[in-house]
């Protein structure tokens, strides 16, 4: 006889949880429902999510490329402009990185300078405003 064990993923309030289904031999007698156990809960490590958003606004901050540019601006600008970064959305499945996006705010508008995409490992990236690809940054 074949044995049957099936885990379903439930997501609910940003809380992963995987519930193990009901194990048992494939019969064709109907079960026993006093045999049946219900389902049990555990929290699953976030062990794919090491960074939060602070740390990933920190990994970019960091970049020579994103110093560079801050240090232009400020020149340039004569402080009148002030550069900052913002996260523009959080992990998900489909999308697993961080997207921050570095800007350049004046008193009448903000410009976008670049974008970069940070993993939850802490990898990052910038938008290649050529190719429209995600590149490792410059060293």
């Known amino acids: 006889m074949n044995q ?3 885990s379903f993923v439930v997501i609910a309030s940003a809380a992963i949880l995987v519930v ?11 079960a026993d429902a006093s045999q049946i ?5 555990q929290r699953v490590s976030q062990s794919r999510r090491t960074i939060n958003e602070k740390k990933a606004i920190n ?3 960091q970049l020579r490329q994103v110093q560079q540019k801050v240090q232009t601006i400020k020149r340039l600008s004569k402080g009148k402009a002030h550069v900052g970064l913002r996260v523009d959305s959080s992990p998900t499945t489909a999308e697993p990185y961080y997207v921050i996006q570095l800007f350049e705010e004046h008193s009448d508008r903000i410009t976008t300078l670049d974008w970069f ?3 939850t490992q802490g ?3 910038v ?4 190719t429209g690809k995600y590149i490792s940054p410059p060293k």
Do not use: F
């Open 123 to 125: 990898a990052v990236t």
């Open 127 to 130: 938008l290649d405003a050529v």
């Open 59 to 61: 990994a970019v901050w």
């Open 20 to 30: 193990p289904a009901v194990t048992g031999e494939l019969i064709n007698a109907p």
């Open 37 to 41: 156990q219900p389902p049990t809960s």
């Open 117 to 119: 995409h940070v993993s």
């Open 4 to 6: 049957l064990q099936t």
